[in-house]
């Protein structure tokens, strides 16, 4: 798909300085060893060098955009050169995903369906892929190869699960969602009641997993059911990949979380938190909305108060931790500088209290 | 499936105020919105308010509980409440069990089955399982769509493959385990020989991974096969989520472990042993039997004291961790009280030592 | 395949005390129950007690030791033990692999292929693979039941795509390298645009993952494609199991990184780094070559000097954190010991200043 100058600068209401007529066909980064075809973005002035040496054909930036050398490739101003590109990712995006949409359509074989299968137009079923009895799909759902989709599953209109995702018996998925490849989504919480002889035994767990709309869940993230009633994950959730979500637990509306964070049984979390890459949440506390937790944090106690900032194992003010931190590379001067105290305390003459 | 509260009493032994016709068909949790039809159980005093408003059909309570309010809910009286209803979710577990061993049974097609497989009673081999040769399955063996079972394994009585799990070549596993999807058991195992000139040259991971009886494996644990030699697990042992278990690993009988630990290769760890979520252990240490680790901690060393509690990175006594974040909270104020202290000796009339 | 041990000593260019025509057919561990038939090392002192009781047919010693009592195995003795047992295990794996490369060869059925799959000789594609559109495998390349090969992916020479490993479209993968189960290579980055409401919008990710020679990706390890460009894993470069590499990553040659660990959006790592288990590394920051990074390390900044040797959370020099960890442990008694100060300076006479 070429497209010229002229007509991405229409979409992008931006002004042309060099030729409209050119045309490209891919997106790349500036800093990258981006060829003739291709169109970037400058939106960093650190990266502004590039500028006087790319290959590409057509440079988008800001309209106040001075250049302290020549410039041999097409310019592209706009208001704000970061938020075009991102406009012209989506379009790019929509006709790939369009294209995808129309490939990706019926059933291939050889793949498996249980009884009383209920599904909407648009739907696909990849080679491979096995799903129990009593489903129901919404339009244009797409279900890949080697996906598991158990018994008694819902899936909402236009939801996408990548290859490979096991979905478990009754789990309820909303529209629009992504669930990527190799998720595990209502597996078998960790659930086992001490004995008196030191043995474990299975808490049978009978609950299910229900994902709302607009949720994205990561590769190879797992997402245990509940023990009984639903884990829960609310509109717009966005889980990163090899995350590990406990039975019973709720996840508020918008709530992002980055990769490899876990949180352990029966936790709620608020809705628009945002959690760091490798943060852990112990089971049963609550995280109040807003709440923003820095990476590899070890959250062991409620949050209560909304919006606070903490980080740390156990998780603590954000700012104090980083002062702490600080303090602690010079914990050996600190210790030294006791040492001298005592000396120094120890020459001194007596006291006559 | 409708039972009365007559029958539960009865399996409970505990005495009814209420009415013992009422009709129950679900659990359900007293803090979420239990309808018409469900039973509930009181455990927690705090939850206590949730019982005068209730929808739930029944609340099993502790005998000597005493309402300040106007009760609506039939109410089971039992011993200890919290046990009662383990009591009745194994019951209506056995049931499901019962159904679903019915259910999944014989072999789905297509399915992949490699030359003599030896299989029993109640075997079931789910549409894409993939099982190589000279494998050998116990009777109840289920192996769900999607399962890879390489060359010569075998596997015991009433154990569960979930769907998807892989389980390289030579792997032995015992009765009644249960391993869900995604584990991947015996994968080659991260051994490296560092060369002179800085790049790394495979070394032959020959080993395999036997895994004992009761054992459970969640949702996308990797456990490596062992250089020579075999990884154990030994029976009992429970791994959650996510989980990293190093070549030639041996972790002991009944030992619990939370989600995203990993434990590098070569290391010994005793029975009984709990360990937290993203606990991580270095390799060819020995820890002994009843240790407790906290989430999150990073062990670099033996631990050779059983019934040892160590938390921190490195990891340290309890106690004495907690103690020191308390004051690592406080290194700001300790860092001041230190200047201050400075300041005044500097101010002290000259020592005539 | 029985050896004579006059077989392995030309082998290993040794000498042989005991019986050179006793034959073995396994290799073993000389602290595990070493049967009848097998064959040990012993290279740590620590191990030399097994010698006088190991039921082995032969152990390979160091040319130079002295039994402390009487040895019934027959002695190999060789200039390093371990790398002559590491030597053996190499031969025994080269003919494993041959054996494996001699069976897994063909199309197994039912399998998928999609329009103009190119293969070369030795290809093997397992049952219930699914090959897209448009992709090109090299000689001896094998791909293993229940892996999903996207559309318009290249595959080099002898790589090992391992059972139920999942490569999006567009991947490129080189030669030699071993992708292990469940591994996800190129699924969509974790990119969300906040919006002035709390909620967040996908960002295209319309990059793909190249994969160099001679690398290998753990089990359940994921790697996300790039936003645009490509996401670059070096040549030799190892990655253990449960491993995250977010979008946009660059990791430079044959270096190494242990499970579990992160690496967030657009960072770029060096050359022959070695990269503990657990590490999580920021985005969007540069660590030099040769940085050895240690287990549970928390990176949020640029490694500018090569070499460098880092840990903690946040990461700071090793043996400085090793000196404060030490005194981390200490804190209640410095405190104490301040205490002890500040009520010793209150006791001293007034200053006279």
């Given at each position: 798909m070429d497209f010229t100058i002229k007509q991405i600068a229409s979409l992008l209401e931006g002004n042309i300085i060099g030729d409209e007529n050119a045309k490209v066909n891919q997106l790349a980064k500036i800093d990258e060893a981006a060829k003739e075809g291709s169109i970037c973005f400058l939106a960093n002035p650190k990266y502004e060098n590039f500028i006087y040496t790319t290959q590409a054909t057509a440079v988008i930036v800001k309209d106040d955009f001075q250049p302290k050398q020549n410039v041999s490739t097409t310019l592209l101003l706009v208001k704000d050169p970061y938020i075009a590109f991102t406009k012209l990712l989506e379009e790019y995006n929509k006709l790939a995903q369009q294209y995808n949409a129309h490939q990706r359509i019926g059933i291939e074989q050889p793949s498996f369906a249980g009884k009383n299968l209920h599904i909407g137009e648009g739907f696909y079923l990849g080679a491979f892929a096995y799903v129990g009895n009593d489903?129901?799909?919404?339009?244009?759902?797409?279900?890949?190869?080697?996906?598991?989709?158990?018994?008694?599953?819902?899936?909402?209109?236009?939801?996408?699960?990548?290859?490979?995702?096991?979905?478990?018996?009754?789990?309820?998925?909303?529209?629009?969602?992504?669930?990527?490849?190799?998720a595990i989504i209502g597996s078998e919480g960790f659930g086992f009641a001490p004995q008196a002889d030191g043995t474990y035994k299975s808490i049978p767990q009978l609950g299910n997993v229900i994902i709302k709309d607009y949720v994205n869940i990561g590769a190879n993230t797992t997402i245990d059911r509940a023990t009984i009633g639903s884990t829960l994950i609310q509109e717009g959730v966005k889980l990163d990949n090899l995350i590990q979500i406990g039975h019973n637990v709720i996840i508020g509306e918008h709530t992002v979380m980055a990769a490899q964070a876990g949180v352990a049984g029966s936790t709620k979390i608020g809705k628009m938190c945002s959690i760091g890459g490798q943060v852990g949440i112990v089971n049963s506390v609550q995280i109040a909305d807003y709440t923003q937790i820095g990476a590899k944090a070890g959250v062991n106690g409620n949050v209560k108060k909304p919006k606070t900032t903490i980080i740390g194992a156990p998780a603590m003010d954000f700012k104090n931790f980083m002062k702490s931190s600080v303090i602690f590379r010079k914990l050996p001067e600190l210790q030294k500088r006791?040492?001298?105290?005592?000396?120094?305390?120890?020459?001194?003459?007596?006291?006559?209290?």
């Open positions: 489903c129901e799909m919404g339009d244009d759902v797409k279900i890949y190869p080697h996906c598991f989709i158990g018994n008694n599953v819902k899936i909402g209109k236009g939801t996408i699960i990548h290859p490979g995702a096991k979905i478990y018996d009754n789990t309820q998925i909303g529209q629009y969602c992504s669930i990527h490849s190799g006791i040492e001298q105290l005592e000396e120094k305390i120890l020459n001194l003459p007596p006291s006559k209290g």
